[in-house]
Nanobody, 120 residues
Framework: QVQLVESGGGLVQDGGSLSLSCTASGSIVSINTMAWHRQAPGKQRELVATISSGGTTNYADSVKGRFAISRDNVKNTVFMQMDSLRPEDTAVYYC??????????????WGLGTQVTVSS
């Protein structure tokens, strides 16, 4: 079994910055893609950013140039620096990871989410 634990988030004013982190623990052989998704009230969950094990990144158009995803493969941790935050970035942010376990099976896991609120 694998657990993803997020930290960071909170309340910030329009134009401010926040940092998120997420650490995977448990029965892990390797981690492929790691990502952040978000879900605003009344909306579907959406992909924010992804990063491969080799460091290739992709971003939703709405956050390009403002958010930066990174990872530490030794610590099984993914980070996201969020700058120039806007009220429309308010959402619960979820960590996601594709993990190969000790049984050699590949599974996707989600964190429980962390709230990010941007006040205008």
């Amino acid at each position: 079994q694998v657990q993803l634990v997020e930290s960071g988030g909170g309340l910030v004013q329009d134009g401010g910055s926040l940092s998120l982190s997420c650490t995977a623990s448990g029965s892990i052989v390797s981690i492929n893609t790691m990502a952040w998704h978000r879900q605003a009230p009344g909306k579907q969950r959406e992909l924010v950013a992804t990063i491969s094990s080799g460091g290739t990144t992709n971003y939703a158009d709405s956050v390009k140039g403002r958010f930066a995803i990174s990872r530490d493969n030794v610590k099984n941790t993914v980070f996201m620096q969020m700058d120039s935050l806007r009220p429309e970035d308010t959402a619960v942010y979820y960590c996601y990871a594709v993990v190969r376990g000790q049984d050699q099976r590949v599974r996707a896991y989600w964190g429980l989410g962390t709230q990010v609120t941007v006040s205008s």
